[in-house]
């Protein structure tokens, strides 16, 4: 998780991480492979990100199992309100919150190794906060993903396996953690 309050850089370093945004000093490497201009497309598509100003397709883009579809829309709480047909969804004329757990259903979809967060939860109902904190994201540990979760949510810090805390665009903390299920 990275936290810290407003204006901390939470949120431009989120972009530098997913390459979004180039940094004015130092280098982004995505493992031991420093992140060249040339390479920059190529690690994109290892990443995918929802970020809290985020576009909202209609249309997907890859032919998915409809099953996954279908048991990911009944898990986000949005299967009586959208539809995939024809590869595209039946609406998107959804409240913040539901927009963003369609975006998070695309995202799923994808499957990408490294999933980053943009205060994505801050537009939930508190059960379905619960449901993302405690239930999709150690889904998403188990299956070894890069979890990346920029959060005020400070009861969900358990949750986290490193804790980087960000002050005026600085780390001022960070701190490691055995996730233990807490339920």
Same mark, same amino acid.
Request: hydrophobic share 35%; net charge neutral.
């Given at each position: 998780?990275?936290?810290?309050?407003?204006?901390?850089?939470?949120?431009?370093?989120?972009?530098?991480? +997913? *390459? !979004?945004?180039?940094?004015?000093?130092?280098?982004?490497? &995505?493992?031991?492979? @420093?992140? *060249?201009?040339?390479? #920059?497309?190529?690690?994109?598509? !290892?990443?995918?990100?929802?970020?809290? $100003?985020?576009?909202?397709?209609?249309?997907?883009?890859?032919?998915? $199992?409809?099953?996954?579809?279908?048991?990911?829309? @009944?898990?986000?709480? &949005?299967? /009586?309100?959208?539809?995939?047909?024809?590869?595209?969804?039946?609406?998107? @004329?959804?409240?913040?919150?539901? /927009? /963003?757990? &369609?975006?998070?259903?695309? *995202?799923?979809?994808?499957?990408?190794?490294?999933?980053?967060?943009? %205060?994505?939860?801050? $537009?939930?109902?508190?059960?379905?906060? !619960? +449901?993302?904190?405690?239930? #999709? &994201?150690? %889904?998403?540990?188990?299956?070894? @993903?890069?979890?990346?979760?920029?959060? !005020?949510?400070?009861?969900?810090? $358990?949750?986290?396996?490193?804790?980087?805390?960000?002050?005026?665009?600085?780390?001022?903390?960070?701190?490691?953690? %055995?996730? /233990? %299920?807490?339920?």
């Amino acid at each position: 998780f990275i936290v810290g309050g407003n204006g901390s850089g939470k949120s431009p370093l989120s972009k530098i991480m +997913t *390459m !979004h945004y180039r940094p004015t000093e130092g280098e982004v490497y &995505l493992g031991s492979q @420093k992140v *060249m201009p040339s390479y #920059i497309q190529s690690a994109r598509n !290892h990443i995918s990100a929802i970020y809290t $100003d985020f576009h909202l397709f209609t249309d997907l883009y890859k032919q998915y $199992d409809i099953s996954d579809i279908e048991r990911l829309l @009944k898990l986000l709480q &949005l299967d /009586k309100i959208v539809e995939v047909k024809g590869n595209k969804f039946t609406t998107t @004329k959804l409240s913040d919150g539901q /927009k /963003k757990r &369609l975006a998070l259903l695309v *995202m799923l979809l994808e499957d990408r190794k490294i999933m980053l967060f943009d %205060e994505w939860a801050a $537009d939930q109902d508190p059960d379905f906060k !619960h +449901t993302f904190y405690r239930q #999709i &994201l150690p %889904e998403l540990k188990l299956k070894r @993903k890069i979890v990346i979760v920029i959060s !005020h949510d400070d009861s969900y810090f $358990d949750v986290a396996d490193h804790l980087v805390q960000l002050r005026d665009g600085n780390i001022v903390s960070s701190e490691t953690y %055995e996730y /233990k %299920e807490n339920l």
